[in-house]
C-alpha cells in the first residue's frame, strides 16, 4: 500500500493552522472543485468567482477527509475535521511551500513560463521523466497564485523530478511563484505581444518572464529560446541571478539545436547533439513551435541528468492534449473532415504556428483548408494591426476559406481575397451556424481564438454534429 500524501498533523504543521475535530484519516490528495473531488482529499475552500466556503459541506459528503478553511467559518452539521488558518490561500501557499522542502536532495524541479508553449512543454517533461523516474506535475494548467502552490500541494514526498508551470497577466505575478517553487531548471519559451493591454511594450513582458530567475536554486541552470529577439535580454536577466545559460532553438549559436528537423503533417524528427551525444527522435505533435519546445525539453532532461536517450522517446507517443492541436476525423457525406482543435487560447505567434500546421496536411488527403479564427483578446493598442498582420499567415498556408468572429477578426477577414471569405459574425456562436452549412467531406478545420473567443463551443459543435452515429 502507498503511503499517503499527507497525514491530517502534517497538513495542520505544513498550513500554520489549527485543528479542529481531529482525523487520523490519512489525506490522499488535494481538490479546490467538489465536482472533482475524491474520497479522501483534502478540500480548500479558495475565494474565486465563488466562496470556496459555500462548498464545505457539499466536499464531506463527497468524501472529503478534512477541509482547509479561514477562521471566520461558521461549521455546518455534516462538516468533518478542519484546519483553520487566517486565509486560504496563504495556507495552501505554505502547504506547498512544505512540500517543495520535504523532497529529496537529489530530486530536480523544472519551472516554465513563456508567452506560449508552457503547458505544452510542461507535459512534454513530464512524459519525458516519468520514463525515468517518479515525476509530479499538474494535469492542467495550473500556473497562477493558486494554481503553483496547489500543484506542489500536491506532489509526493517520493518526487524524482517536478515540473510547475508559471503564468502570469501582470508584472511581479512570477516573483512569489517561482520563489515558492524554488527550480533548478527555468524554461522560458518564447516571449510574444501577449497581454499587451497590461503591458507598455513586449520588453515589459520579457521582463516580467525574467522573474522566473529569481527562485533558481543555486547553481541553477536558464534554459532560453535563442530564436526569441528577447534573447539577450532574458540571458542578461539570468546571467543577474546567477543563473547558467543553456540556449536553444534553430539560430547557429544555440548551444542545442538540431542537426536534421523533418516536417510532416503528423510530427516532426529531430536530430541533435547534447554533451557530445546524438539523439534522434520523434515528436507526435506537429509543428515548427512544438519542435522548437523539444529541443527546450531535451536540454532540460539533460540538465536535470537523466537518461536523456530513454526519456526522448516518450514524445513519439504523446497526444496534444484537448484544445491544444488535438486531431479528429470525422464522417461527412461520402467522406470525411480533419478537425484540428486549436481553441485553447491564442496570440500572434501561436495563430501563425496553427495556421502553418494547417498548411502542412497533405491536399492528397485533404482537399480544402479552413481556418476558423476568433479574436485574439488583451493585444493593446496595437490589436487591429496584430490581426491583420496574420494574412501573411493565412496566404502561406494555402487556406482555401477563412471563417471569423469578433470586432477584431473583422479588420483580417476584410483584408483577405474575396475567395477566400468564407463568412464573418460577430459571435462564435453564429459563426458555427455559418460554418456547419460550409462544410465538406476532404475538408481540414482548424479553429482557434482566445478562450473569451468561446471558440472551444465551435470546435464541440461540429464534433458533436459529425460524430459517427
Same mark, same amino acid.
Given at each position: ?18 485543528a479542529e ?10 481538490s479546490?472543485d467538489t465536482r472533482?473531488l475524491?474520497p ?9 468567482v465563488?466562496?470556496?466556503h459555500?462548498?464545505v459541506?457539499k ?5 472529503a ?9 461558521e ?6 475535521p478542519l484546519i ?17 522542502a ?23 517533461l513530464?512524459?519525458c521523466?516519468?520514463r525515468?523516474?517518479p515525476t509530479?506535475a499538474?494535469?492542467k ?12 500541494? @500536491?506532489?509526493?514526498a517520493t518526487?524524482?523530478? &517536478?515540473?510547475? =508551470?508559471? /503564468?502570469?497577466n501582470?508584472a511581479?505575478?512570477?516573483?512569489? +511563484? ?13 516571449v510574444e505581444p501577449?497581454h499587451?493591454a497590461?503591458?507598455p ?15 533558481l536554486e543555486?547553481g541553477?541552470?536558464?534554459?532560453l529560446?535563442r ?7 532574458l540571458r542578461r536577466r539570468?546571467?543577474?541571478?546567477g ?5 536553444f ?13 523533418e516536417i510532416?503533417?503528423d ?8 554533451g557530445?551525444r546524438?539523439?534522434?527522435?520523434r ?5 515548427i513551435?512544438?519542435a @522548437?519546445?523539444?529541443?527546450a525539453v531535451a536540454? &532540460?532532461?539533460h =540538465?536535470? /541528468? ?8 516518450? +514524445?513519439s507517443a504523446l ?6 492541436g488535438s486531431r479528429?476525423e470525422?464522417p461527412?457525406?461520402?467522406g470525411?473532415i480533419?478537425l ?11 495563430m ?10 497533405p491536399r492528397?488527403?485533404y482537399a480544402?483548408?479552413?481556418a476558423?479564427?476568433g479574436?485574439m ?14 494574412k501573411?499567415?493565412?496566404d502561406a ?6 471563417f471569423?468572429c469578433?470586432?477584431n ?18 459571435g462564435s ?6 460554418l456547419v ?6 475538408d481540414?478545420i482548424m479553429?482557434?481564438?482566445s478562450?473569451?473567443s468561446?471558440?472551444?463551443p465551435?470546435a ?6 459529425f460524430?459517427?452515429k
Amino acid at each position: 500500500m502507498s503511503s499517503p500524501l499527507w497525514t491530517f498533523d502534517e497538513l495542520v504543521r505544513a498550513a500554520a493552522g489549527r485543528a479542529e475535530r481531529v482525523t487520523g484519516a490519512p489525506i490522499v490528495g488535494l481538490s479546490i472543485d467538489t465536482r472533482t473531488l475524491q474520497p479522501g482529499d483534502l478540500f480548500v475552500a479558495l475565494k474565486d468567482v465563488r466562496d470556496g466556503h459555500e462548498f464545505v459541506t457539499k466536499a464531506f459528503e463527497a468524501g472529503a477527509a478534512a477541509a482547509l478553511v479561514a477562521e471566520g467559518y461558521e461549521p455546518r452539521p455534516g462538516d468533518g475535521p478542519l484546519i483553520r488558518v487566517p486565509d486560504t490561500v496563504s495556507g495552501l501557499e505554505a502547504i506547498g511551500r512544505a512540500a517543495r522542502a520535504r523532497l529529496a536532495p537529489e530530486a530536480r524541479v523544472v519551472a516554465v513560463t513563456g508567452s506560449a508553449g508552457k503547458t505544452g512543454t510542461k507535459d512534454m517533461l513530464r512524459a519525458c521523466f516519468s520514463r525515468i523516474g517518479p515525476t509530479h506535475a499538474a494535469d492542467k494548467s495550473f500556473n497562477n497564485h493558486w494554481g503553483v502552490p496547489l500543484t506542489l500541494a @500536491r506532489m509526493p514526498a517520493t518526487t524524482r523530478f &517536478a515540473v510547475i =508551470e508559471i /503564468g502570469m497577466n501582470h508584472a511581479g505575478e512570477i516573483t512569489p +511563484l517561482t520563489r515558492l517553487a524554488r527550480p533548478h531548471i527555468a524554461i522560458v519559451t518564447t516571449v510574444e505581444p501577449v497581454h499587451l493591454a497590461q503591458f507598455p511594450s513586449v520588453e515589459a513582458i520579457a521582463e516580467a518572464k525574467a522573474e522566473i530567475f529569481l527562485g533558481l536554486e543555486p547553481g541553477g541552470v536558464a534554459i532560453l529560446n535563442r530564436d526569441n529577439t528577447h534573447f539577450e535580454l532574458l540571458r542578461r536577466r539570468a546571467e543577474a541571478a546567477g543563473a547558467r545559460i543553456v540556449s536553444f532553438g534553430q539560430d547557429a549559436r544555440a548551444d542545442v539545436k538540431p542537426r536534421s528537423l523533418e516536417i510532416a503533417s503528423d510530427g516532426t524528427s529531430i536530430e541533435l547533439e547534447i554533451g557530445g551525444r546524438e539523439f534522434r527522435f520523434r515528436v507526435a505533435v506537429p509543428g515548427i513551435h512544438i519542435a @522548437r519546445n523539444a529541443l527546450a525539453v531535451a536540454a &532540460a532532461i539533460h =540538465e536535470a /541528468g537523466a537518461d536523456t536517450e530513454t526519456a526522448l522517446q516518450a +514524445l513519439s507517443a504523446l497526444p496534444p492534449p484537448p484544445g491544444r492541436g488535438s486531431r479528429q476525423e470525422l464522417p461527412v457525406g461520402d467522406g470525411r473532415i480533419l478537425l484540428i482543435d486549436e481553441s485553447y487560447n491564442a496570440n500572434p505567434a501561436s495563430m501563425r504556428a496553427a495556421l502553418a500546421v494547417l498548411g502542412t496536411v497533405p491536399r492528397a488527403a485533404y482537399a480544402r483548408r479552413i481556418a476558423v479564427l476568433g479574436d485574439m483578446l488583451e493585444m493593446g493598442p496595437e490589436e487591429i494591426g496584430h490581426h491583420v498582420a496574420l494574412k501573411e499567415a493565412v496566404d502561406a498556408a494555402g487556406t482555401d476559406l477563412v471563417f471569423a468572429c469578433g470586432p477584431n477578426m473583422a479588420h483580417l477577414f476584410a483584408a483577405l481575397a474575396p475567395e477566400k471569405q468564407g463568412a464573418w459574425t460577430a459571435g462564435s456562436a453564429e459563426l458555427t451556424e455559418q460554418l456547419v452549412t460550409r462544410i465538406a467531406a476532404g475538408d481540414v478545420i482548424m479553429i482557434k481564438g482566445s478562450n473569451g473567443s468561446r471558440m472551444g463551443p465551435v470546435a464541440e459543435a461540429l464534433a458533436k454534429k459529425f460524430a459517427t452515429k
